[in-house]
């Protein structure tokens, strides 16, 4: 790995694609970038496309933990873009899971197709832990 090597995108099989992109939009704040069918591609702006939305269609079996896609962790500036994501994500009902990792600070939560998402805030530089050590304590991301 290398200092240009990035995510280039997380791909989602979805079962309403529309439903995908308002969720998308609303919580993470990406844009369409282009659509091709069953496809959508979103974008923060600086690449093509984050996240590409694949639909299967309403009847689709769920994603389930076991293999295939865990989540997708999508990392936030600071402690106001975490809480702010916390807040849209309560305003929708979205059940939220906010984790402290002594590393990171995380919320952990699925989107409307069942697929794990995670909105973190790297705290490497502002705590003394370096790495993770298997920490998992809740927080309150309304004191960010």
């Known amino acids: 790995m290398n200092d240009r090597t ?22 993470l704040g ?14 923060f702006g600086e690449h093509h496309h984050d996240l590409a939305l694949q639909a299967l ?7 389930g ?13 600071d402690g106001t873009a975490l809480r702010e994501t916390y807040e849209r994500l309560r305003d929708r009902g979205v059940e939220v899971a906010p984790v402290d990792h002594g590393i990171s ?3 952990y939560f699925d989107d409307p197709d069942g697929n794990g ?3 973190y805030l790297d705290t490497r530089a ?19």
């Open 30 to 43: 990406l844009d369409v970038a282009e659509r091709h069918g069953s496809y959508a591609f979103l974008s």
């Open 6 to 27: 990035h995510l280039g995108h997380v791909h989602l099989k979805v079962r309403d694609v529309d439903r995908a992109i308002e969720f998308y939009r609303a919580v």
């Open 57 to 63: 269609g309403e009847g689709a079996a769920g994603p």
């Open 117 to 119: 998402v995670e909105v």
């Open 105 to 107: 600070k995380a919320l």
């Open 65 to 77: 933990r076991g293999v295939g896609l865990y989540h997708s962790a999508w990392e936030v500036p």
């Open 126 to 144: 502002s705590r003394e832990v370096a790495e993770w050590t298997g920490r998992n304590e809740r927080f309150d991301p309304t004191a960010l």
